[in-house]
Nanobody
């Protein structure tokens, strides 16, 4: 079982940027990284979990939630291996706990998750 670990959260002013990182120590993660679809979700207090972005690590286009299109970018480093979420032009409504998630090719549900990292955007 893969345990993802996120980092890079923090406090930033509106209009600022942050980059979140996500990786795992298990050999299975590095060995099969390019076969995973990795995603970012977020959950604000009192709200349901929201899809942010996803990308197949073997290549291809990424998918984004409507609220972050044009501001957030999901990318990967297949050597490390690590998945990133570059967040630009942050808004107070982006404040949430951000979770990294992954699934193997052919799976419909994300089966491994991180513990989350807090992102707070002040106005």
């Amino acid at each position: 079982q893969v345990q993802l670990v996120e980092s890079g959260g923090g406090l930033v002013q509106a209009g600022g940027s942050l980059r979140l990182s996500c990786g795992a120590a298990e050999r299975a993660f590095s060995n099969y990284f390019v076969a995973f679809t990795m995603a970012w979700f977020r959950q604000a207090p009192g709200k349901e979990r929201e899809f942010v972005a996803a990308r197949y690590m073997g290549g291809g286009n990424a998918a984004y939630g409507d609220s972050v299109k044009g501001r957030f970018t999901i990318s990967r480093d297949s050597v490390k291996p690590t998945v990133y979420l570059q967040m630009n032009d942050l808004k107070p409504e982006d404040t949430a706990v951000y979770y990294c998630a992954g699934k193997r090719r052919g799976q419909t549900e994300y089966t491994f998750w991180g513990q989350g990292t807090q992102v707070t955007v002040s106005s």
